[in-house]
């Protein structure tokens, strides 16, 4: 089966919210999320459907760079119209890759869900290699505001 991500060499996308020192590990980087949200939407009222599914695809994007990428070397998050771009780096430039649930001798593997939940739950997910070597994971997953409340300058 073939992967279906986009792969970039190119940089970031400007005017992003950078956090230099911040979250290493899945618990900073939820609480980081949150933060953000929070303050950039803070009169919309977003669906914590959404927001749970943004928690969960920071989490599995920070594990596995930790797990398999050396640790995060790079966080950002930011809120951009009804969407949240995460972007998580580190050091391996591999690509991620979906494990088939199963080894060759019908054992079932204790983990590889996280890359299939993070393309799921995401609107999309771009794969950057770095110039510096390793890559970045950008997903963007949209945030729905909660039903009856104005969306920004009061438009819905």
């Known amino acids: 089966m073939r992967e279906r991500y986009r792969v970039h060499t190119s940089g970031r996308p400007a005017a992003w919210g950078r956090v230099r020192q911040g979250p290493r590990n899945p618990r900073e980087a939820r609480e980081a999320v949150r933060r953000v949200v929070s303050e950039s939407t803070a009169d919309n009222g977003w669906?914590?459907?959404a927001l749970s599914d943004a928690l969960l695809v920071v989490s599995e994007l920070t594990t596995n760079a930790m797990l398999h990428g050396g640790g995060v070397t790079d966080f950002g998050v930011s809120v951009?119209?009804?969407d949240l771009y995460v972007s998580v780096s580190d050091g391996d430039p591999?690509?991620?890759?979906?494990?088939?649930?199963?080894?060759?001798?019908?054992?079932?593997?204790?983990?590889g869900r996280g890359w299939p939940i993070v393309r799921r739950l995401s609107h999309d997910v771009a794969v950057?290699?770095?110039?510096?070597?390793?890559k970045r994971i950008t997903a963007v997953i949209p945030l729905r505001p909660v039903r009856g409340v104005p969306v920004g300058n009061g438009a819905s």
């Open 94 to 111: 591999r690509l991620p890759v979906t494990s088939a649930p199963v080894d060759d001798s019908g054992r079932w593997r204790t983990g």
């Open 128 to 134: 950057s290699r770095l110039p510096s070597g390793g």
């Open 80 to 82: 951009v119209g009804r």
């Open 47 to 49: 669906d914590e459907d």
